[in-house]
């Protein structure tokens, strides 16, 4: 079995900053892509950051130049530091990890985390 465990969601004003952070535990053999997407109320959950296992990045325009992901692979962690946050970030957070369990391949989500960012 596979767990994700998200922390680090909560309220910030605007112009502040968070940082998440998704852990990973179980029979893991291999981990590969690993990403934050953030669904908003009424939207569609939307792609907001990934991190490849050569450690290249990828960004939603939208957070371009305030987000920032990284990896710790040892401890099997993706984080999400967040800067200069605005109100249009507010949204539940959800890692997704794709990794090879005890079987095969697979990808694994978070269970969420609120963030909320108020003007």
């Known amino acids: 079995q596979v767990q994700l465990v998200e922390s680090g969601g909560g309220l910030v004003q605007a112009g502040g900053s968070l940082r998440l952070s998704c852990a990973a535990s179980?029979?893991?053999?291999?981990?590969?892509?690993m990403g934050w997407y953030r669904q908003a109320p009424g939207k569609q959950r939307e792609l907001v950051a990934r991190?490849?296992?050569?450690?290249?990045?990828n960004y939603d325009d939208s957070v371009k130049g305030r987000f920032t992901i990284s990896r710790d692979n040892p401890k099997n962690t993706v984080y999400l530091q967040m800067n200069s946050l605005k109100p249009e970030d507010t949204a539940v957070y959800y890692c997704?990890?794709?990794?090879?369990?005890?079987?095969?391949?697979?990808?694994?989500w978070g269970q969420g985390t609120q963030v909320t960012v108020s003007s």
């Open positions: 179980g029979s893991i053999f291999r981990i590969s892509v």
């Open positions: 991190i490849s296992s050569d450690d290249s990045t």
């Open positions: 997704s990890i794709f990794l090879r369990g005890s079987s095969a391949w697979g990808n694994y």
